[in-house]
């Protein structure tokens, strides 16, 4: 089995710049992509930013230029720095992995969330 733990969130004034982590534990074969999903009130959950094991990274619309993924495939830590937040940032911010399992074959694996609110 695989947990997620994210840290970081809570509330961060517009303009101002913030950073979510993210640690993968448990056992697995390797880590595939790892990233990060979010949530606003009353809408789907949507892809914020990915990155692979080689560090191909993949970023929403809304958030290039603003925000920056990072991995250690050495630690199974995947961060998001985000800069110049705005009120549309707010969410609930889930770390996800598509990880090789042992026995099981590829799976996703979701954290159980951290929430970010930036106020208007």
């Known amino acids: 089995q695989v947990a997620l733990l994210e840290s970081g969130g809570g509330t961060v004034q517009p303009r101002d710049s913030t950073r979510l982590s993210c640690e993968a534990s448990?056992?697995?074969?390797?880590?595939?992509?790892m990233g990060w999903y979010r949530q606003a009130p009353g809408k789907e959950r949507s892809m914020v930013a990915l990155?692979?094991?080689?560090?191909?990274?993949t970023y929403a619309d809304s958030v290039r230029g603003r925000f920056s993924i990072s991995r250690d495939n050495a630690k199974n830590t995947v961060d998001l720095q985000m800069n110049n937040l705005k009120a549309e940032d707010t969410a609930i911010y889930y770390c996800?992995?598509?990880?090789?399992?042992?026995?099981?074959?590829?799976?996703?694996?979701w954290g159980l969330g951290t929430r970010l609110t930036v106020p208007s």
């Open positions: 990155i692979t094991s080689g560090g191909t990274t």
């Open positions: 996800y992995a598509s990880v090789d399992l042992y026995y099981d074959g590829t799976r996703d694996w």
């Open positions: 448990g056992s697995f074969v390797r880590i595939n992509s």
